[in-house]
């Protein structure tokens, strides 16, 4: 495992990634223009720097959740961090590679108790290999992520370390994502960005300018339509006081829940690889484009308008 690098260099924000704008026919005839933030490559845009190759880091959007936690971390004097996720997670992902980077010993709570004794899936075995400890509980105590007591014994097991939950999505995290939206003042009328917790929603709309919206696309299914808008709302509350810009949602693009894919989701995402040589992560910025393809062509967008999409991860 390599040596930590210098926390204070770190934690510096890394802003801005590129915008490219992308000349899409589907769009063209509605004449609407389609641009992609690509935070996928937010981490390239200072090259040679002290945290080595780009796949060492937490991708796109996760660092800017990640980076005011580990700052606060930090400053905190924590060595340990603990969160929650599934087996493929991005977030535990980013997390174990964090804290690789930056010294801090890490736990990963996995959802799914029928994956402790099965080989270790490529997502996992990352995280491993960035050293997190996996700790595989059941689908019932995962749902107790929040509880009390539930937490207590995870300290008794795994010593003391500061709390981030599932996605990374808290209060920090949505201040961490406003500096999304600020860069893109001025450059669309609608910036969208896939949803899996809501952090980044949350964020991204309150740093966007006036005459600006945020749209969301959610990946998971839930059960409960309205879930992800009350906790978009709760982590603005959190972390602003209260509601901040203009945001909705576009809830029917997720292929029957989180990392489910369909035949025609892949034929749409190989396609858009074709067409214009970007790769195309399938978890999250999949759905995001064919969301965003569908609704130009159902007339969502008005002609002269400007569509931003937030690039999130690399396949």
């Known amino acids: 495992m390599n040596h930590p690098v210098n926390r204070a260099t770190a934690l510096q924000p890394r802003p801005p990634s ?30 040679g720097d002290a945290l080595g190759p780009v796949d ?8 800017r959740k990640l980076a005011p936690n580990l700052r606060a971390a930090a400053e905190a004097g ?11 997670s991005n977030h535990l992902r980013a997390t174990a590679a964090a804290g690789r980077l930056l010294g801090f010993r890490t736990v990963g709570v996995v959802r799914g108790d029928e994956l402790a004794g099965a080989p ?16 595989f509980v059941d689908r019932a105590s995962y749902r107790r992520a929040s509880d009390p007591a539930f937490l207590a014994a995870l300290r008794d097991r795994f010593g003391a370390f500061r709390l981030i939950p599932e ?16 860069e893109l003042r001025g450059r669309a009328d609608t910036v969208a960005v896939a949803c899996g917790t809501g952090g980044t929603l949350a964020g991204l709309a309150a740093g966007l300018g006036p005459g600006q919206r945020a749209l969301g696309v959610p990946v998971l ?5 309205h879930f992800l808008h009350a906790a978009v709302a709760d982590l603005q509350h959190a972390a602003f006081g209260g509601p901040r810009g203009d945001w909705s949602l576009a809830a029917d693009f997720h292929f029957g829940g989180y990392a ?13 690889e074709e067409r214009h040589g970007l790769p195309v992560e399938r978890v999250y910025v999949a759905k995001l484009l064919f969301a ?5 062509e159902r007339g969502a967008f008005r002609p002269g308008s400007t569509v931003a999409a937030v690039v999130t991860g690399t396949p």
């Open 167 to 182: 996605g990374g999505s808290n209060a920090l995290a949505a201040q961490g994502c406003t500096e999304l939206g600020r």
């Open 221 to 225: 299914k839930g059960g409960d339509p």
């Open 120 to 135: 270790l899936n490529w997502s996992l075995t990352r995280c491993a290999a960035d050293g997190m400890v996996l700790h």
């Open 292 to 296: 965003l393809t569908a609704l130009v």
């Open 78 to 88: 924590d060595r340990a961090l603990l969160t929650f996720g599934g087996a493929y």
């Open 56 to 63: 060492l880091y937490p991708p796109g959007n996760k660092w």
């Open 18 to 47: 590129p915008l490219e704008e992308i000349d899409d026919e589907r769009f063209a005839r509605r004449g609407v223009r389609l641009l992609l933030k690509r935070d996928d490559l937010i981490h390239t845009t200072l090259p």
């Open 260 to 272: 489910r894919r369909t035949p025609e989701l892949d034929a749409f995402a190989d396609a858009f």
